[in-house]
């Protein structure tokens, strides 16, 4: 199974940046996507970022421009800058692999644990 730690979670003013970070690990594995999900407390979980392969990337509608993912192939690690960060911005942020492995006839999906991001003043 690949495993995924995330980091570059934490608490800034409103304005403020962070970037964070997901780095996948593991044997025979082929990412095809890589990227974050972001979920409040009652709240959905829903899609921030995405990166796809050798395609572009996909981001919510929310972003406004804003963030910005980027992916390390040689690392397999996948990156999120965010600035001009708002309170509403404010959840967990949870990294996400999909990946097939060497002779494999599905895909399969990895979630990391989930690093907080707190936006306040």
């Known amino acids: 199974q690949v495993h995924l730690v995330e980091s570059g979670g934490g608490s800034v003013q409103p304005g403020g940046s962070l970037r964070l970070s997901c780095a996948a690990s593991g044997r025979d594995f082929d990412i095809t996507d890589m990227g974050w999900y972001r979920q409040v407390p009652g709240e959905q979980r829903e899609l921030v970022a995405t990166?796809?392969?050798?395609?572009?990337?996909t981001y919510g509608d929310f972003v406004k421009g804003r963030f910005t993912v980027s992916r390390d192939g040689a690392k397999n690690t996948v990156y999120l800058q965010m600035k001009s960060l708002k309170p509403e911005d404010t959840a967990v942020y949870y990294c996400?692999?999909?990946?097939?492995?060497?002779?494999?006839?599905?895909?399969?999906?990895?979630w990391g644990q989930g690093t907080q991001v707190t936006v306040s003043s």
């Open positions: 996400k692999v999909v990946y097939r492995v060497e002779a494999g006839v599905r895909h399969f999906a990895s």
């Open positions: 990166i796809t392969g050798s395609a572009g990337a």
